[in-house]
C-alpha cells in the first residue's frame, strides 16, 4: 500500500498540535476544582440556607422597665432580691459587686432594710464560708454597719430564728478546713456577740470548744499576730458573756444546752434540769481550764518573742494584753463559782472549791509569776501596763492562794511598786485604763496581807491617791476604795485601833474637801460621789472632830476681812448635790459656827431654789433638836432669813398662781416655817428674850414691809403681850410700819380701794391688832403718834420710815384714816379703842377744822376727800359704842 498523499505535512501539523484527549464515557460525579490559597469556598449545592430575615419590633414600652417601676434599685438598676440572687453566683467578682450593690441600695433606700432584713440576714449567712476574702470582709462590714444596728431595734420571733442560722454557719466556719475562714468565723462570732449577746449562752460548750482547737494549733501563733489578736478578741467576748452570768447567778441557766430543739433566748429551765445545768457548768469549768492552760503557754511565748526583739510592736502587744484579759476573765469565772454553795456535776460528785482550783489554775498561774519580774525590767509603758494585768489576775485569785504558791510580802512589794510607778506613765490614757481594776483590789488585799506589809502597801496607795488629778477617771476607783476602807461593817475590812491601816484614815479624808471644790469646775460627775463619800464618813463616825474638814466650808462662801460674804459654788450645785451637802451639815456640827453666816446669804440668793432653802431650815432645826446646835446660833439664822429675804410681790391678781415673777408663796412658806421652829424652841416669851437683840437690830435697820411683818409675827407668835413693847422707839416703829402699809395702800384715793392691795393690807397689819389686842397701852400710844403724824408733827416718826411722807395735811389724814377704819373692823379692838376715844376725836376736829374754807392751801378737791374721810372714820366712831351720839353731834362736816 503505498503512503497518503500529504503525509509528510500531516505529520508536521501533529508534531505541533497536541492530540486531544479521549472523551469519557458515561455520567460525571465529582467534579474537581481547583482554587485558590485562600479564597472562599462555596456552600455546597445542596447546603441548606438557615438565614432568617426579619424586620425590627419597636414596643412603646419594654417590659423590663415596666415591672421595675416604683422598686427601689440601686445605681446598676437592680433590686434588692436580684442582688440577693447574685451573692450565690460562682464568680467571685459578681459576688462582690453583689454585697456593694446591697450597700449602694440601703444608702440610698433605708426602707428596704426595715422592711427585708430578716430575709437579708437569711441569705447572706451563707457567705460567711466564702472562699473570697474580700467577700466575707464586706459581708463583716455590711452586718456590722447596717443590718445589725436595725435587728437590734426589734425582738421578733423571726430575728431570734434568723439568728439561730446565723450561729450554725459561723460554727460550720470554725471547723472549716481553710485557716483564713476559720479566723474569719471568731470574727464573726464576736461581732454576734456583742450586738447580741443573748445568743451565746446556748452555744458555749461548742463554741469553747473551737476556741481550744484554734489556739491548740501551732500555725496560728507563728502566722501574722493580727490573726491571733482577733482569735483572743472574740474570746474576751465571750468570756466576758460568761463573767457576767456567773456574778449575777444565772450562769448555770445560761450556759446549758437545750436538748429538746435547743431553743434560742431561753434562758430558764425547770427545777427537774438541775441536773443538766451543773452538768452544762461543770463542762464550761473543764474548757475555761484547758483554755487557761494555752494561753498561759501562749504569754510565756510571746514573752520570749518580745525579749528575743529590741523593739516591741504593736500587734505582739496588742495580742500579749488580749491573753492576759482572757486568763483574767477567766480566772474571775472560776472564783465566783468556788463562792457558790457546793455542786454536783452529773452522776460524780465534784466539789469546786479553793482545792479544785489549786489543783487546775493556780497550777498554771504560777508560771506567770516569773513573768512580771522580766517585765519589771523594762522601761517601756507597755512593759508596765503587762505587769498591771499580771497583777489583777493575782489579786483576782489572792483570796485562794497562801505562800506555796509565792510570798505574801513579796506580792505586796510587787503591788506597791505598779502603784508608785503610776505617776511615772507617760500615756495617762494608758494609766486611766489599765490602772482601775488595781486599785479597786486594794481593800481586799490590805485586809489579807500580813500586818508588817500593810505599811508599805497603804504608804504606796495613799501616795497614788494624792497624785491623781480630779478630772482623771481613776478618781472614782480611788474614792471607791477609800469608802471600803474607811466602813469596815460595810465591806469587812477592819483595822484595829493600833493598826497602821487606821492611821492613814485622817488623811484620806483631809483630802476630800479639796477634791470636792476642784471637781465642781472641772468633773461634776465626782461632786455627788464626794458628797456621798463624806456623808457616810459623818453618819459612820459621829463622834469625830472634823477639824480637818474646815475646807468644806468653803462649799458656801468666803468671808473677807473687810467682812463682806462671796457666795459660794453651793448655790449652782445640782439638786441632788445641794441635799448631800446640807445633810453633812447635821454631822459636821463643829463645823457650824463658822458655817451659820455663809449659810445664811445662801438661803438669801435669789439662785437657791425654794425646796432647798426650806430643807437648810429643817436641817439646822434637826441639828438643834439633837443638841449639835446652840439655841443662839439658830434663832439668829432665823431671824436673819425673815428680815433679809429680799420679797418680790410681783403684780397682784385675784389668785396667787397667777402672780407671774412673783416669790411671794416662798416668803409666806417660809414664814410659817420659821414661826413653827420658833414654837418648837420651849417657851415662847423666853425665847423671845433670847432674841430680841437680833430682832432689835433688824427692826432698827427699817426692812421692807414685807420683812417687817414677818419680825412682827415673830414677836406676836413668842409673847404678843411683851413689855419689851412699851418703849420710845418700838412704839414709834410700830407707829411708822402701820403708816407706811397705809400710804402703800392709799395709792388708790377711794377707802373702797383695790381688793387685792386690801388684803394685802390687813395682812400687814395683822399682827399690830394681836399686839393691840394683847397691850392697850401700845395702842394708845401709836394712836397718838398717829394723830401727831395727821397734824403735821411727824419728826418724832422721822426715823422710822424711810418713806417721803406727803406734805399735804389731806392727804396725811386720809392716810391715819384708813388706818383707823381697818382697826375699828375688828371686834376685838373696840374695848381698846375706847380708850383712845380722845385721840379719835382730836383727828375729826382737825379734819372739820380742814374742811372750813377759810382755811388756806385746800383745794376743792382735798376738802372733797377730807369729807368722805371724816363720814367714814365719824361711822366707825359710833359702832364703837364708846361715844353717845349726842357728843357727835357737833362733829357734822360742813358744806
Known amino acids: 500500500m503505498g503512503r497518503p498523499k500529504g503525509g509528510a505535512a500531516a505529520s508536521s501539523s501533529s508534531s505541533k498540535k497536541p492530540k486531544a484527549k479521549p472523551k469519557q464515557r458515561g455520567?460525571?460525579?465529582?467534579?474537581?476544582?481547583?482554587?485558590?490559597?485562600g479564597r472562599k469556598l462555596p456552600p455546597p449545592k445542596n447546603a441548606t440556607d438557615t438565614e432568617i430575615k426579619s424586620r425590627a419590633i419597636?414596643?412603646?414600652?419594654?417590659?423590663?422597665?415596666?415591672?421595675?417601676?416604683?422598686?427601689?434599685?440601686?445605681?446598676?438598676?437592680?433590686?434588692?432580691?436580684?442582688?440577693?440572687?447574685?451573692?450565690?453566683?460562682?464568680?467571685?467578682?459578681?459576688?462582690?459587686?453583689?454585697?456593694?450593690?446591697?450597700?449602694?441600695?440601703?444608702?440610698?433606700?433605708?426602707?428596704?432594710?426595715?422592711?427585708?432584713?430578716?430575709?437579708?440576714?437569711?441569705?447572706?449567712?451563707?457567705?460567711?464560708?466564702?472562699?473570697?476574702?474580700?467577700?466575707?470582709?464586706?459581708?463583716?462590714?455590711?452586718?456590722?454597719?447596717?443590718?445589725?444596728?436595725?435587728?437590734?431595734?426589734?425582738?421578733?420571733?423571726?430575728?431570734?430564728?434568723?439568728?439561730?442560722?446565723?450561729?450554725?454557719?459561723?460554727l460550720n466556719g470554725m471547723t472549716h478546713l481553710s485557716m483564713d475562714i476559720q479566723l474569719m468565723s471568731f470574727r464573726f462570732l464576736e461581732l454576734v456577740v456583742i450586738n447580741f449577746p443573748s445568743s451565746f449562752p446556748g452555744y458555749a460548750e461548742q463554741v469553747f470548744n473551737n476556741f481550744l482547737a484554734v489556739l491548740s494549733n501551732d500555725r496560728i501563733h507563728l502566722q501574722d499576730k493580727s490573726k491571733l489578736n482577733s482569735v483572743l478578741s472574740g474570746l474576751g467576748q465571750c468570756l466576758s458573756q460568761v463573767a457576767y452570768a456567773t456574778e449575777n447567778g444565772d450562769a448555770s441557766n445560761r450556759l446549758v444546752h437545750n436538748l429538746s430543739g435547743r431553743?434560742?433566748?431561753?434562758?430558764?429551765?425547770?427545777?427537774?434540769?438541775?441536773?443538766?445545768?451543773?452538768?452544762?457548768?461543770?463542762?464550761?469549768?473543764?474548757?475555761?481550764?484547758?483554755?487557761?492552760?494555752?494561753?498561759?503557754?501562749?504569754?510565756e511565748v510571746s514573752v520570749s518573742e518580745l525579749f528575743a526583739k529590741s523593739t516591741i510592736d504593736a500587734q505582739s502587744s496588742e495580742a500579749l494584753l488580749s491573753a492576759l484579759h482572757c486568763l483574767d476573765l477567766i480566772c474571775n469565772i472560776c472564783i465566783q463559782e468556788v463562792k457558790k454553795p457546793q455542786m454536783k456535776f452529773g452522776r460524780s460528785k465534784i466539789q469546786v472549791g479553793p482545792e479544785w482550783l489549786k489543783s487546775s489554775v493556780l497550777v498554771y498561774a504560777k508560771k506567770l509569776w516569773g513573768v512580771n519580774r522580766s517585765f519589771h525590767e523594762k522601761g517601756d509603758d507597755r512593759y508596765y501596763v503587762f505587769n498591771l494585768k499580771i497583777a489583777e489576775i493575782f489579786l483576782c485569785l489572792s483570796a485562794c492562794m497562801d505562800n506555796t504558791i509565792f510570798p505574801a510580802d513579796e506580792f505586796c512589794q510587787f503591788v506597791s511598786s505598779l502603784l508608785a510607778k503610776a505617776k511615772t506613765l507617760r500615756n495617762k490614757d494608758t494609766m486611766e485604763k489599765h490602772l482601775s481594776p488595781l486599785i479597786t483590789f486594794i481593800p481586799d488585799l490590805v485586809s489579807n496581807a500580813p500586818d508588817d506589809s500593810k505599811g508599805y502597801l497603804l504608804e504606796a496607795f495613799?501616795?497614788?491617791?494624792?497624785?491623781?488629778?480630779?478630772?482623771?477617771?481613776?478618781?472614782?476607783?480611788?474614792?471607791?476604795?477609800?469608802?471600803?476602807?474607811?466602813?469596815?461593817?460595810?465591806?469587812?475590812?477592819?483595822?484595829?485601833?493600833?493598826?497602821?491601816?487606821?492611821?492613814?484614815?485622817?488623811?484620806?479624808?483631809?483630802?476630800?474637801?479639796?477634791?470636792?471644790?476642784?471637781?465642781?469646775?472641772?468633773?461634776?460627775?465626782?461632786?455627788?460621789?464626794?458628797?456621798?463619800?463624806?456623808?457616810?464618813?459623818?453618819?459612820?463616825?459621829?463622834?469625830?472632830?472634823?477639824?480637818?474638814?474646815?475646807?468644806?466650808?468653803?462649799?458656801?462662801?468666803?468671808?473677807?476681812?473687810?467682812?463682806?460674804?462671796?457666795?459660794?459654788?453651793?448655790?449652782?450645785?445640782?439638786?441632788?448635790?445641794?441635799?448631800?451637802?446640807?445633810?453633812?451639815?447635821?454631822?459636821?456640827?463643829?463645823?457650824?459656827?463658822?458655817?451659820?453666816?455663809?449659810?445664811?446669804?445662801?438661803?438669801?440668793?435669789?439662785?437657791?431654789?425654794?425646796?432647798?432653802?426650806?430643807?437648810?431650815?429643817?436641817?439646822?432645826?434637826?441639828?438643834?433638836?439633837?443638841?449639835?446646835?446652840?439655841?443662839?446660833?439658830?434663832?439668829?439664822?432665823?431671824?436673819?432669813?425673815?428680815?433679809?429675804?429680799?420679797?418680790?410681790?410681783?403684780?397682784?391678781?385675784?389668785?396667787?398662781?397667777?402672780?407671774?415673777?412673783?416669790?411671794?408663796?416662798?416668803?409666806?412658806?417660809?414664814?410659817?416655817?420659821?414661826?413653827?421652829?420658833?414654837?418648837?424652841?420651849?417657851?415662847?416669851?423666853?425665847v423671845l428674850e433670847l432674841m430680841w437683840d437680833n430682832l432689835s437690830k433688824e427692826i432698827a435697820q427699817i426692812p421692807s414691809l414685807h420683812n417687817m411683818n414677818g419680825l412682827f409675827r415673830i414677836i406676836v407668835t413668842l409673847d404678843a403681850g411683851t413689855c419689851k413693847l412699851m418703849n420710845e422707839d418700838a412704839i414709834k416703829i410700830i407707829a411708822g410700819y402701820l403708816i407706811d402699809a397705809a400710804m402703800d395702800l392709799s395709792k388708790t384715793i377711794e377707802l373702797g380701794f383695790q381688793s387685792d392691795r386690801t388684803r394685802l393690807f390687813q395682812y400687814f397689819i395683822k399682827p399690830c391688832i394681836i399686839i393691840f389686842c394683847q397691850n392697850e397701852k401700845v395702842l394708845c400710844c401709836a394712836l397718838e403718834m398717829l394723830k401727831s403724824f395727821a397734824t403735821g408733827d411727824d419728826h418724832v416718826l422721822s426715823s422710822a420710815s424711810k418713806l417721803n411722807y406727803p406734805g399735804e395735811l389731806s392727804h396725811r389724814i386720809c392716810v391715819v384714816t384708813t388706818i383707823l377704819i381697818f382697826l375699828c373692823n375688828d371686834g376685838k379692838l373696840h374695848k381698846n379703842l375706847s380708850l383712845g376715844k380722845c385721840v379719835i376725836k382730836g383727828i375729826l376736829q382737825h379734819t372739820r377744822h380742814l374742811m372750813d374754807s377759810n382755811v388756806l392751801d385746800v383745794t376743792y378737791e382735798d376738802k372733797q376727800k377730807l369729807r368722805f374721810a371724816f363720814e367714814q372714820l365719824k361711822t366707825k366712831a359710833l359702832q364703837l359704842n364708846c361715844w353717845d351720839r349726842s357728843e357727835l353731834e357737833g362733829f357734822s362736816s360742813t358744806t
Not at 273 to 296: D, E, T, W
Open 263 to 299: 431553743e434560742l433566748w431561753k434562758c430558764t429551765l425547770d427545777e427537774d434540769n438541775s441536773g443538766s445545768r451543773a452538768f452544762a457548768m461543770s463542762n464550761i469549768l473543764m474548757k475555761l481550764q484547758n483554755l487557761f492552760q494555752i494561753l498561759v503557754n501562749s504569754v
Open 462 to 686: 495613799t501616795d497614788a491617791f494624792w497624785d491623781c488629778k480630779v478630772d482623771c477617771k481613776l478618781i472614782f476607783p480611788y474614792l471607791d476604795a477609800v469608802g471600803k476602807m474607811l466602813f469596815p461593817e460595810k465591806t469587812g475590812i477592819l483595822f484595829v485601833e493600833n493598826d497602821s491601816g487606821s492611821e492613814y484614815h485622817g488623811v484620806w479624808v483631809k483630802e476630800l474637801p479639796g477634791i470636792l471644790l476642784q471637781s465642781i469646775d472641772k468633773a461634776p460627775s465626782v461632786t455627788k460621789v464626794v458628797l456621798e463619800l463624806l456623808l457616810r464618813i459623818g453618819q459612820y463616825f459621829p463622834t469625830m472632830e472634823f477639824g480637818n474638814l474646815r475646807s468644806f466650808i468653803k462649799l458656801f462662801g468666803v468671808k473677807s476681812s473687810s467682812g463682806t460674804i462671796e457666795l459660794g459654788p453651793f448655790v449652782n450645785l445640782p439638786r441632788d448635790c445641794q441635799e448631800l451637802a446640807i445633810s453633812c451639815l447635821y454631822y459636821f456640827s463643829n463645823l457650824l459656827p463658822d458655817t451659820m453666816e455663809l449659810l445664811a446669804s445662801c438661803c438669801l440668793s435669789d439662785v437657791l431654789e425654794p425646796t432647798i432653802l426650806f430643807r437648810i431650815i429643817e436641817v439646822l432645826q434637826s441639828t438643834y433638836k439633837a443638841g449639835n446646835l446652840h439655841i443662839t446660833e439658830q434663832l439668829s439664822f432665823l431671824s436673819l432669813l425673815m428680815a433679809r429675804f429680799r420679797v418680790h410681790p410681783g403684780s397682784f391678781s385675784t389668785q396667787d398662781n397667777s402672780q407671774k415673777g412673783s416669790n411671794m408663796n416662798t416668803f409666806k412658806s417660809l414664814n410659817r416655817l420659821i414661826l413653827n421652829s420658833l414654837s418648837e424652841m420651849g417657851d415662847g416669851s423666853l
Open 58 to 170: 419597636v414596643l412603646p414600652e419594654q417590659s423590663m422597665a415596666s415591672e421595675r417601676a416604683g422598686m427601689a434599685v440601686n445605681k446598676r438598676g437592680l433590686t434588692l432580691r436580684e442582688l440577693l440572687q447574685q451573692t450565690g453566683h460562682y464568680n467571685a467578682n459578681v459576688r462582690r459587686a453583689a454585697l456593694n450593690g446591697i450597700k449602694d441600695l440601703v444608702a440610698k433606700h433605708p426602707s428596704e432594710l426595715k422592711l427585708h432584713k430578716v430575709a437579708i440576714v437569711e441569705k447572706l449567712q451563707e457567705r460567711i464560708c466564702d472562699t473570697d476574702k474580700v467577700v466575707r470582709e464586706s459581708l463583716f462590714s455590711i452586718l456590722q454597719s447596717l443590718v445589725f444596728p436595725s435587728l437590734k431595734e426589734d425582738n421578733a420571733i423571726s430575728t431570734r430564728s434568723t439568728l439561730f442560722l446565723l450561729m450554725a454557719n459561723i
Open 27 to 37: 455520567g460525571v460525579d465529582f467534579k474537581k476544582y481547583k482554587h485558590k490559597v
